[in-house]
């Protein structure tokens, strides 16, 4: 008979079935082991393990187990440990892979996730085929609400960055050219950074963490409540009714946070020229415009929309392949944050070499 009482709780230790053990190894051996847990008091998950722990070793020992004295509750958290029986060799066979298989394994995943990858966009580009042909099924309002939240809603944070960007590039350039007299083309360097690269990559960053995230958590959310499977039961595409409203409003919305980031990156450029290097605000301007081209300014705006068409398929991407738990969906957001912002500078440099090849 092994008697069970006093409270059981793990802060006040850990007892273990190892201590039966003697009991169970005399000679002669016992037939049966019964429970009496009469004068049982509080316990916690440290008794089942207990019990647990002292019937496998009843069990090794062919020794019959009567569980009939325990509290009903405490047999039946028992009986549901002893239904799913742990694996043995879990950890050793993890722990037993080699690394040529790990790797393998890594490279098919990659493999597989460039092919999933390539079949997003495709499905993507053929939802834009059919928006443009008019027969895409989606709602208007849907793609109003995207358009506001990627394009005024993001004004604020847009405006500050590149204010900033836009001072930190003066105050970069000030320290040098004043060495040769020359602080007047700080307005320069201001004008042909913002329009050429960093107003259209700054944003694409800025959006990337900001709305691409947002995408990948809505449409991971939704594939956790099933609803993007409910619209495939109701015979609604989602790439046409959740993804081509997103995408549109990126493609639209882009260039113009793109050419409101780069007068925002000018006049941070000119709070600096004017306040530390003692330019007047029209010398500062009359500058900017004569170094500052059409063609800089198209191509920072050109560069932008594509950065917008990464940042959406980067999230609702990584929303469609969300897995089916809560923890999942912030994890899809992350990822979509890392693969939108290194898939942007990826193109940043890409487009550098081709302007540069091209001459622009």
């Not at 590039?169 to 040098?176: D, I, N, S, T």
């Not at 449409?219 to 409910?230: R, S, Y």
């Not at 198209?298 to 980067?314: D, N, P, Q």
Request: glycine share 12%; charged share 15%.
């Amino acid at each position: 008979m092994l008697v069970l009482s006093g409270d059981w709780h793990l802060k006040r230790g850990f007892a273990s079935g190892a201590e039966v053990e003697p009991e169970l190894a005399q000679s002669p051996a016992p037939r049966r082991v019964a429970f009496e847990a009469a004068g049982l008091g509080e316990w916690d998950s440290s008794l089942v393990a207990f019990v647990t722990e002292v019937m496998e070793l009843c069990v090794a020992r062919d020794v019959a187990v009567d569980p009939s004295g325990l509290p009903s509750g405490l047999k039946r958290l028992v009986e549901l440990a002893e239904a799913v029986p742990e694996k043995k060799d879990a950890h050793s066979a993890s722990a037993g892979t080699s690394l040529a298989e790990r790797v393998g394994v890594a490279t098919i995943a990659y493999v597989e996730s460039i092919g999933g990858f390539l079949a997003f966009l495709g499905a993507v580009t053929i939802a834009l085929g059919r928006f443009f042909a008019g027969r895409a099924r989606y709602r208007r309002v849907d793609l109003m609400v995207a358009i506001q939240d990627c394009g005024a809603n993001a004004f604020g944070i847009v405006t500050l960055i590149s204010f900033l960007v836009g001072t930190i590039l003066a105050f970069m350039g000030a320290v040098q050219l004043e060495q040769f007299g020359a602080s007047i083309y700080v307005a320069d360097l201001v004008g042909i950074g913002m329009a050429r690269d960093m107003g259209a990559m700054m944003t694409a960053i800025i959006m990337a963490g900001r709305t691409g995230a947002a995408f990948a958590a809505q449409l991971g959310t939704m594939k956790v409540t099933q609803e993007i499977d409910a619209l495939t039961t109701m015979g609604i595409s989602p790439m046409e009714f959740l993804v081509l409203p997103r995408v549109i409003a990126l493609i639209l919305m882009m260039p113009l946070l793109c050419f409101y980031s780069d007068l925002m990156g000018v006049l941070g450029g000119s709070a600096v020229g004017t306040g530390v290097l003692g330019l007047s605000f029209t010398t500062y301007f009359r500058e900017t415009l004569h170094a500052v081209t059409l063609t800089d300014v198209l191509g920072g705006v050109f560069k932008s929309s594509v950065y917008g068409v990464i940042i959406a398929i980067s999230g609702c991407l990584r929303g469609f392949q969300c897995g089916n738990n809560s923890s999942a969906v912030g994890d899809a957001a992350t990822s979509a944050v890392v693969t939108g912002i290194v898939f942007i500078v990826v193109a940043c440099g890409a487009f550098a070499l081709v302007f540069n090849i091209l001459g622009i």
